[in-house]
């Protein structure tokens, strides 16, 4: 069973936004606050990349191509965290992934959700 499921992508003209949500039903609820989660980003032919992560308290960090544009947030108590895109580009084209990091260096991955910006 996936441990996080990814919601929220499709299609949008530039200038729009969307918002991609994150859930682990199935975590226990300590581990879903204690850790750091993220959204990474895979355009076609290129790398994964960070996107935003949250950690514990609420701490976020940003690549600087979406700074001011894109907000990520956590519900705790509904083991969810969402991502706020606005103001979206054609290079924000591509799936993004929802992460979680345990501090021995596990990792959990979504299935991903694709996000295509026109323009």
């Known amino acids: 069973q996936a441990q996080l499921e990814e919601s929220g992508g499709g299609l949008v003209q530039a200038g729009g936004s969307l918002r991609l949500s994150c859930r682990a039903p199935?975590?226990?609820?300590?581990?879903?606050?204690?850790?750091?989660m993220g959204w990474y980003r895979q355009a076609p032919g290129k790398e994964r990349e960070l996107v935003a992560n949250i950690g514990y308290g609420g701490v976020t960090n940003y690549a600087d191509s979406v700074k001011g544009r894109f907000t990520i947030s956590r519900e705790n108590t509904r083991r969810t965290i969402h991502l706020q895109m606005n103001n979206l580009r054609p290079e924000d084209t591509g799936v993004y992934y929802c992460?979680?990091?345990?501090?021995?260096?596990?990792?959990?991955w979504g299935q991903g959700t694709e996000v295509t910006v026109s323009s």
């Open positions: 992460s979680h990091h345990f501090p021995d260096g596990n990792e959990y």
């Open positions: 199935r975590m226990i609820l300590s581990t879903f606050i204690s850790n750091t």
